[in-house]
């Protein structure tokens, strides 16, 4: 499985910003999907997590309320829509597929399949 990540640039903070997960295979009925960050420096951070049908979520604690993460099955894209944009939000975002949980999860050695990254940046 290839996930193809897009939507990454730079913004204002306060802004907005929507990032797009395209996977290789059709996901829908397969894996979890989830999103994740890597500031320079720092280790790779949960952000969201969704499973398969798209009704139950996840969120890491720095991006609640602020970060929604969704699905389109029909399109097989996974989305990423961040709003109230923070310095510290700047970071590579990845996304990666789980195969084996039915739950939305945040462990980062469940995932299988990873994307390339795309880059976030966030201006003060």
């Known amino acids: 499985v290839q996930l193809q990540a897009s939507g990454g640039g730079l913004v204002q903070a306060g802004g907005s910003l929507r990032l797009s997960c395209a996977p290789s295979?059709?996901?829908?009925?397969?894996?979890?999907m989830g999103w994740f960050r890597q500031a320079p420096g720092k280790e790779r951070e949960f952000v969201a997590s969704?499973?398969?049908?798209?009704?139950?979520?996840l969120y890491g604690d720095s991006v609640k309320g602020r970060f929604t993460i969704s699905r389109d099955n029909a399109k097989n894209t996974v989305y990423l829509q961040m709003s109230s944009l923070k310095p510290e939000d700047t970071a590579v975002y990845y996304c990666?597929?789980?195969?084996?949980?039915?739950?939305?999860?945040?462990?980062?050695?469940?995932?299988?399949?990873w994307g390339q990254g795309t880059l976030v940046t966030v201006s003060s």
């Open positions: 990666a597929a789980a195969s084996r949980s039915l739950s939305p999860i945040a462990a980062l050695g469940e995932y299988d399949y």
């Open positions: 295979v059709r996901t829908s009925s397969t894996y979890v």
């Open positions: 969704i499973t398969r049908g798209g009704g139950t979520t």
